[in-house]
């Protein structure tokens, strides 16, 4: 998979992703054990974002804020391992500053350690952000940009020119995404009720008023096929139950018809 696979953590863990991103993100996530943990986390703090209150404060809050300000001295910028203040800014805390005392080492440190913290819950407090406002959906992360070889059915989902057909039968889903410019087409399935004994989930295209094979579907209640043959001059897809192995022509009327239109 390519690196881009894992920005899809934060859309995947508030469910602003389509069923080809989820299909391959839950793949990716069977191989993946840091994209389960980062899903985890923000789904954890995606959840925090409900028990937040609104709270008054006391009147007397801001008379001990105003009095006490002027007492509290802002603490020193944090200087990498390959940067150094400038000359003048040195000389300026060596001559005003007081020594900085061992609590205030404390808050540095205790301060450094909560960024990697923090940034966690900015990226979840930003992917439930999405939910909440329910404007348009902002993926963050970047097109490939590796030379990983894909898969015929990942270049199909991926294509430019993809299009989307959905339908459901029962409690069942099936979407076909083609790509014309490819010719091929892919079918994800969910929710598929296990074809009765001795017999199989068999794919077909439409070619004019011909039904053309086009491969089996597994067993599982969740598959991703690439189908056979051209998609691209197909007016729809076809699914039917038929012997194990398969046949020649449709022996039944399809449980399922998706047309490209």
């Known amino acids: 998979m ?3 696979i894992h920005g899809l953590s934060g859309a995947y863990a508030v469910d602003a ?3 080809v991103e989820r299909v391959l993100f ?9 994209c389960r943990s980062e ?10 974002l409900s028990l937040g209150t609104v709270t008054t404060p006391p009147p007397s809050l801001r008379e001990s804020v105003l009095r006490d300000v002027a007492a509290v001295r802002p603490l020193p910028p944090l200087v990498t391992s390959g940067e150094q203040p400038a000359p003048e800014l040195i000389a300026a805390s ?3 500053a007081p020594a900085v005392s061992g609590s205030l080492e404390a808050k540095r440190t205790e301060r450094a350690g909560r960024v990697p913290r923090l940034q966690r819950w900015l990226v979840g407090v930003a992917a439930a952000a999405v939910v909440v406002t329910g404007g348009v959906v ?3 992360w970047s097109p490939p940009t590796s030379n990983v070889q894909l898969t015929a059915t990942q270049q199909v989902l991926r294509s430019q020119d993809a299009q989307s057909f959905k339908t459901s039968f029962g409690a069942a889903t099936a979407t076909i995404v083609r790509s014309p410019n490819l010719e091929k087409a892919v ?8 074809a009765p004994t001795g017999k199989v989930y068999e794919l077909w295209l439409q070619q004019g008023k011909t ?10 209640q969740a598959n991703t096929v690439l189908l056979d043959g051209n998609a691209a001059s197909a007016k729809g897809v076809g699914i039917t139950i038929e012997p194990t192995g398969g046949s020649d022509k449709p022996t039944l009327p399809p449980v399922a018809l998706i047309a490209f239109a």
């Open 187 to 194: 079918i994800i399935t969910a929710n598929l009720p296990a």
């Open 211 to 220: 039904m053309v094979r086009a491969g089996l579907i597994p067993p599982g």
């Open 94 to 96: 060596a001559s005003k």
């Open 39 to 48: 899903v985890a986390s923000l789904r954890s703090a995606a959840g925090e």
């Open 2 to 4: 390519t690196d881009d």
């Open 26 to 34: 839950e793949a990716h996530l069977a191989d993946c054990p840091a």
């Open 138 to 140: 902002w993926h963050p």
């Open 17 to 19: 992703v389509d069923d």
